[in-house]
């Protein structure tokens, strides 16, 4: 039972790899480089995207002056259509006035109320000044 077993090889130690240090000087201003060309790269892309956007702003900035003078005189035409919608809304309700439609018809049709006697001044030359219509 006891038997005698080959013996294992011994073990080695393991070897550990040699860092070599790289010289620090080095690694930094190749950093440096690394940082100087992002740093540019960002200016670059930032000053396309402000040109971009300043041509942009160019163009743009003539058509909004013309729909801008385009909305005043529409809102000009819309005021001046308000007063003459008000107007003859006023013309509307005062026709369908059941209280006004005598003076209207006298209006429109130059006819007077049997009651009224229409009155001629005449000047003292002989020439009619006004002719207004009055109540006995």
């Known amino acids: 039972m006891n038997a005698i077993q080959p013996s294992r090889p011994p073990l080695q130690p393991i070897q550990k790899r040699r860092i070599i240090p790289r010289p620090k000087r080095h690694l930094r201003q190749r950093s440096y480089q690394v940082m100087a060309l992002e740093s540019t790269a960002k200016i670059v892309v930032n000053f396309a995207i402000s040109a971009a956007a300043i041509s942009a702003l160019v163009q743009l900035l003539p058509y909004h002056w013309l729909q801008q003078e385009k909305l005043r005189e529409i809102r000009t035409e819309v005021k001046l259509m308000e007063g003459r919608v008000n107007s003859l809304q006023a013309d509307f309700s005062r026709n369908f006035d059941p209280s006004q439609t005598k003076s209207i018809m006298q209006q429109q049709g ?21 002719a207004s219509d009055s109540l006995p």
């Open 110 to 130: 130059y006819r007077f109320d049997p009651n009224q006697r229409q009155i001629v001044i005449i000047d003292q030359d002989g020439k009619e000044i006004e």
